[in-house]
């Protein structure tokens, strides 16, 4: 009796996991997730299990791109010998529903070799179409449906690079019927608007080349403006026409201008590698913007990590003593806590209710109290036998970890 009532709750649990990846609750069309800020669903079990189960796991090819999930499918942009790949994948059982690949030869910058090819931007997904930026420069758009290539644009002929010097990593973004995203390379390049349907160009900005952040997108004084670092500059730039709103002067080390922006209240808070953590306060006055330091924290500065808010609370991973996670008061910038040193060179956060979800590029799993006075862990979890640096997504009990060649569903609940 007591077998067929496990197995009964086990095909419940099947089924109802099943009807949950059909809602749009928990899609997962963009770079970190639904609001683009990190924050996700989660189901947490009345106890952590010992180890996450697997419920499938497939090669899908390398690369840093993090997956996407709409409407029960999962969609992972990858390389594949000398093509880039774009998988759809059953989200319940981890089958291939269509591939579409192309050429897309590409020399790695030996700094970067540890990297490998890419691509490294994830894709976003809006009414029924998905988006690529490629690791060399290539705008793709596939019908989500079938695979169907319904445009695509390559650069070559119009910049003097296609990519900048590591490679393309920003992740494009779709907003007032425009998929936006920085193509061109190093010292030359366009922050360009494309048509969804057509591919057509709506605006470009050509003042710098691009970074490595992805954008996001705020209304500030009843304007909808896109905010994100380029290659020398943080900018504030109008999404429906490209007007140039305001810029800050931003250089890192060897311009590796990478942290994607998060909002709090009325600033917008940046990092990059010996930078600190700072936060504008960007206001319009007149006809003319301003762009304000609000706050700054010298101490803690972000490399290749992208901060979560949670309340009054600033999450990321600091570069400083082998990487240390901490929580900053977003009010003022103040430090609340650091964990102990040599968590890594690298670490995906997530926010899901009171929880944090730290991936770091090791393939450790740090989930931690985000309420907590300190970062000592609730559980810690290895998710993957190679470097974990694409984005994980969470969906309720689930997370998808995508690895060095693979992509699994793993289950956190149960005992």
């Not at 390398?62 to 059953?90: C, M, N, W």
């Not at 002929?157 to 007032?176: H, L, Q």
Request: with cysteine; net charge positive; charged share 15%.
């Amino acid at each position: 009796m007591k077998m067929i009532t496990s197995a009964v709750v086990a095909l419940l649990a099947s089924l109802a996991f099943q009807a949950q990846t059909s809602k749009s609750a928990v899609n997962w069309p963009q770079w970190r997730g639904p609001a683009r800020d990190g924050h996700a669903t989660v189901t947490a079990p009345s106890a952590w299990p010992s180890k996450p189960a697997e419920v499938w796991k497939t090669p899908v090819g390398i690369g840093h791109a993090s997956p996407i999930v709409a409407d029960g499918r999962v969609y992972q942009f990858s390389r594949q010998e000398e093509k880039e790949t774009l998988t759809a994948l059953d989200l319940t059982t981890g089958k291939p529903v269509w591939t579409q690949s192309y050429d897309a030869p590409y020399t790695v910058n030996s700094a970067a070799a540890s990297h490998a090819k890419g691509p490294k931007s994830t894709p976003v997904l809006h009414a029924g179409k998905v988006y690529t930026l490629g690791i060399n420069g290539i705008v793709s758009c596939f019908d989500a449906s079938t695979g169907a290539v319904k445009w695509r644009k390559s650069f070559e002929k119009e910049f003097r690079s296609t990519s900048p010097d590591y490679g393309n990593a920003m992740s494009p973004i779709v907003d007032s019927n425009l998929l936006i995203a920085h193509v061109g390379g190093q010292n030359s390049g366009a922050l360009r608007a494309f048509d969804l349907e057509t591919g057509q160009t709506k605006w470009s900005w050509t003042e710098d080349g691009p970074g490595y952040a992805s954008p996001i997108v705020v209304d500030i004084a009843g304007t909808r403006q896109l905010v994100t670092q380029t290659q020398k500059f943080i900018v504030g730039i109008g999404v429906t026409n490209g007007a140039p709103l305001w810029r800050q002067p931003f250089s890192t080390e060897y311009d590796q201008n990478i942290v994607t922006p998060v909002t709090y209240r009325d600033t917008i808070i940046f990092s990059g590698i010996g930078k600190g953590t700072f936060a504008l306060r960007i206001a319009k006055q007149g006809a003319a913007w301003t762009a304000t330091k609000a706050w700054e924290n010298p101490e803690l500065a972000m490399y290749m990590n992208s901060p979560v808010v949670e309340g009054d609370t600033v999450f990321g991973l600091a570069t400083r003593n082998k990487g240390q996670f901490f929580a900053l008061d977003a009010r003022t910038g103040a430090t609340r806590w650091t964990s102990p040193p040599r968590q890594g060179e690298n670490a995906a956060i997530l926010v899901a209710g009171k929880l944090l979800f730290m991936l770091t590029s090791d393939a450790n799993l740090i989930i931690a109290d985000a309420a907590a006075a300190t970062s000592t862990p609730i559980k810690t979890y290895e998710v993957a036998t190679s470097p974990t640096w694409a984005h994980p997504v969470l969906l309720g009990d689930r997370l998808l970890v995508k690895d060095q060649q693979t992509l699994a569903l793993l289950s956190l609940g149960g005992k």
